[in-house]
């Protein structure tokens, strides 16, 4: 397989498979997102997406939709063409069948059934096989973090989102925090649920303001799978998470200081129970992590609050930051910062970010701080 830096004619065509992909956001896992885009001629003939879990895959989605007979085409696509069969069979077969000449690849696919196997097929089929680097590369992994995250530890990838003023607070110190972000950033949170696998809260939070930790956006294929990380399992049972565990699911993640009686309350009501054992909170969140990760959970949105943050950041369980700045200033010795725990005792060992940027969302700004990249 040849490793190349895509020309710019390329470098188009592979921004659109991506761009592509990035449309059905949400809507995939646990597969990841894959766009692809066939070209024969200098003219773009044909493209397509992967839609969802057990719908086709991106390259057979634009073989089929050709305009011609795509024999003898470039085929651009943002991940490496499976070659196994899953829910669906391996793309690399339809695209030999359909006689493509040269297939130019984003990104690879980390999974241990399907990395390397895709190029390799391809090129003993006698098709040209290339993978683009650099910036094309990097958004194309970037898109699929998740997946890649899974694929590597077993574990989601873990997305840190708050609010706070501009003096660092996210809750006044009697605890009222409505609301200190505005209209279109917390429309963009509920987006950003929608996008996700699971969302999760610790216990404080979920006494403290009674979430449903639902997406409330137009279009939402699905909802997120509900965590609530509770070491005593004193969930309440009357509480809008426990009213509406029939509708969407429900996970508690005790420790082994919960009573059976309540964790037992909490099944028979309708929530899926786990138990993570560990000497402190730090191993708690690791073992969490995994047994999340084992129910094809890719993607956790953790929201809250500073206690449940402050343990995953102890635990270097945080992979990217969300923070929605206010113009607003809070003040008082005893308001309540983003993240608690343990923290680090110098400023040299504080955890840094690998990129930063930065968004205006009407008065408030974005700031998104990618902490690991996979």
């Known amino acids: 397989m040849a490793q190349t830096t895509a020309t710019e004619r390329d470098a188009q065509h592979l921004r659109r498979a991506i761009e592509l992909a990035s449309g059905a956001r949400g809507h995939t896992s646990p597969n990841p997102l894959v766009g ?40 651009y696509v943002s991940l490496e063409p499976c070659a196994h069969t899953g829910r669906t069979p ?11 000449a040269r297939v130019v690849a984003a990104s690879d696919d980390p999974t241990a059934k399907a990395s390397g196997r895709g190029f390799a097929f391809l090129r003993d089929e006698g098709i040209e096989v290339e993978m683009a680097d650099g910036e094309i590369a990097a958004a194309a992994r970037l898109l699929n973090q998740p997946f890649r995250k899974h694929a590597a ?23 009222d925090s409505k609301w200190i972000s505005g209209d279109a950033s917390r429309a963009r949170g509920h ?14 939070t979920a006494l403290a303001d009674d979430p449903q930790l639902t997406s ?35 996970i508690v993640i005790c420790s082994r200081a919960a009573k059976r009686r309540r964790i037992s309350a909490l099944e028979e ?8 054992t560990g000497q402190n909170e730090g191993a708690r969140v690791a073992v969490a992590l995994d047994e999340l ?39 008082g010795r005893t308001a309540h910062s983003p993240v608690e725990g343990m923290g680090v005792e110098k400023i040299a060992d504080a955890m840094s970010a690998v990129t930063l940027d930065c968004e205006p969302v009407e008065d408030d700004v974005l700031l998104t701080a990618r902490v690991k990249e996979w």
Do not use: Y
């Open 36 to 75: 692809a885009v066939v070209v024969k001629g200098g003219a773009v003939i044909g493209e397509g997406f992967h839609t969802g879990a057990g719908n086709p895959h991106a390259e057979r989605e634009a073989l089929a939709a050709c305009s011609e007979d795509p024999a003898g085409a470039t085929m």
């Open 90 to 100: 391996p793309c690399t077969e339809a695209i030999a069948a359909a006689r493509i």
């Open 153 to 175: 530890t077993g574990r989601p990838l873990v997305v840190m989102k708050t609010a706070m003023t501009l003096d660092g607070k996210v809750a006044t110190a009697k605890g």
């Open 191 to 204: 987006r950003w649920r929608a996008e996700m696998d699971a969302v999760a809260v610790g216990l404080g």
């Open 216 to 250: 409330r956006v137009e279009g939402v294929s699905r909802q997120p799978r509900r965590v609530v990380f509770d070491s005593e399992a004193r969930l309440p049972l009357d509480s809008n998470l426990m009213r509406t565990a029939d509708q969407t699911s429900v």
């Open 269 to 276: 009501a309708g929530a899926e129970v786990i138990s993570a």
């Open 293 to 331: 990760g084992a129910r094809q959970i890719q993607s956790l949105l953790l929201e809250g609050g500073p206690h449940l943050a402050g343990a995953f950041f102890d635990a270097g369980e945080i992979d990217e930051l969300r923070a929605f700045i206010a113009p607003k200033v809070a003040g």
